[in-house]
């Protein structure tokens, strides 16, 4: 009998692509804490010396992880509807922060200088210089987006009730809230309670209030 010859996987050649794409989903998966050369190397499979060959050290992993969050942000079109753009920059950054919820933190904490970052930053303020603003309301108006909306998502990401706990959470505090003390607080909470109001907060109330405030300042 002819003896079969087991056929050998081709092994995924390392690469700095690789390498940074296994951070990310370690740090999804497990948190930010949890990354280290070492681990992604075991989770690659090779040995952590090897990834020196594709990285210099944690940081730039670090940063490099950050590019890819950023291929997820739509990246402002000079020259169109400033107040449409800067909707779609705010909405797909949240949604790329609540799916890498490492990452707010990251954006805040480093500075990030990568091309994708960079382009991602001269499109906003060409965009909005394009509307109309000057190069000093420009500054200040897409880094009072990036706060409002770095907030608003970690706010989110570790607020300590789901949604669907809002009514019992409610109920379970309204001992705490006598109304001859706190009168607005425990009205709030028997409008949650009673199903008035549902308690969800949404990017958008106020991601609309600040746009029509920039507006309201152009030609200025």
Known sequence: MEKKVKKKRSKIPLSRER?????????????????????????????????????????EILDGMVELVMEEIAVPKVGADWKEQMRARASSAHAALMKHSWAAMLLMSRVNIGPLMLRYVDATLGCLLAAGFTYEQADHIWNTLDS???????????????????????????????????????????????????GMHELSFGLEKLLDGFESILGT
């Open 148 to 198: 409002y909306v770095y907030g608003f998502t970690l706010q989110k990401l570790n607020f300590p009730f789901a949604p669907e706990e809002y009514k019992d959470a409610a109920e379970e505090f309204m001992p705490q809230l006598p109304m001859e003390e706190y009168p607005h607080l425990a009205a709030l909470s028997l409008e949650v309670m009673e199903g008035r109001h549902d």
């Open 19 to 59: 390498v940074l794409q296994k951070a990310q989903q370690i740090a999804d998966k497990q948190g930010i804490e949890a990354l280290s050369m070492r681990k992604i190397a075991q989770v690659l499979k090779v040995e952590a010396m090897s990834l020196y060959n594709h990285v210099k050290n944690k940081d």
